[in-house]
T-cell receptor, first 117, second 115 residues
Framework: NAGVTQTPKFQVLKTGQSMTLQCAQD?????MYWYRQDPGMGLRLIYY???????DKGEVPNGYNVSRLNKREFSLRLESAAPSQTSVYFC????????????????FGPGTRLTVL | AQSVAQPEDQVNVAEGNPLTVKCTYS??????LFWYVQYPNRGLQFLLK??????LVKGSYGFEAEFNKSQTSFHLKKPSALVSDSALYFC?????????????FGAGTRLAVHP
């Protein structure tokens, strides 16, 4: 099992350009997440998808859109990149349950390092 | 809303000495707490979790964490540090709202283990 994979690993954009970050998981997880990591701020949730066909905003959704293409894939799109979106982006997945006896541990991909000039 | 705090930006430890990375939490209801580790240029790796039961939780790579309800803490510990333990450590709490789970992360603590 590859776990959670992300492409690309690195990307440099100019202000105003658009791009899509791809994420796929092969663990048959229901829930998927996009985070951004900035120094001194930990990871902040951008969007999440609790199950196939649903997406919801997280803590910092402005400037981003997402698509849950199928159960395996969850993409993040920047329509008009801004320097403030320079960050490391992580995708994660989990089985997706709110049961009090279940851990619903999230597993992370290797990240995409994005620089917007 | 749930939150976690990691009061130390960096912890320095000599190899072979015990290490502690601190985390305090603020939750309504029962806490679901996690520790993750991030090695340079890598994604986050799950280390351990607390859901319920024993206050001492054992995880990967010899790490353990102690849940203390009265002090609202969930400190990460290891009896004998290795240079290879040098990494960024994140504490997180699970928040369930609208029927969905999310993780709320602390800012992270950089652990430096010196030979």
């Amino acid at each position: 099992n590859a776990g959670v994979t992300q492409t690309p690993k690195f990307q440099v954009l100019k202000t105003g350009q658009s791009m899509t970050l791809q994420c796929a998981q092969d663990m048959n997880h229901n829930s998927m997440y996009w985070y951004r990591q900035d120094p001194g701020m930990g990871l902040r949730l951008i969007y999440y998808s609790a199950s196939e066909g649903t997406t919801d905003k997280g803590e910092v959704p402005n400037g981003y859109n997402v698509s849950r293409l199928n159960k395996r894939e969850f993409s993040l799109r920047l329509e008009s990149a801004a320097p403030s979106q320079t960050s490391v982006y992580f995708c994660a997945s989990s089985f997706g349950t709110t049961s009090p006896t279940s851990t619903d541990t999230q597993y992370f991909g290797p990240g995409t390092r994005l620089t917007v000039l | 809303a749930q939150s976690v705090a990691q009061p130390e930006d960096q912890v320095n430890v000599a190899e072979g000495n015990p290490l502690t990375v601190k985390c305090t939490y603020s939750v309504s209801g029962n806490p679901y707490l996690f520790w993750y580790v991030q090695y340079p240029n890598r994604g986050l790796q799950f280390l351990l979790k607390y859901i319920t039961g024993d206050n001492l939780v054992k995880g990967s790579y010899g790490f353990e964490a102690e849940f203390n309800k009265s002090q609202t803490s969930f400190h990460l510990k290891k009896p004998s540090a290795l240079v290879s333990d040098s990494a960024l450590y994140f504490c997180a709490v699970r928040e369930t709202s609208g029927g969905y789970n999310k993780l709320i992360f602390g800012a992270g603590t950089r652990l430096a283990v010196h030979p």
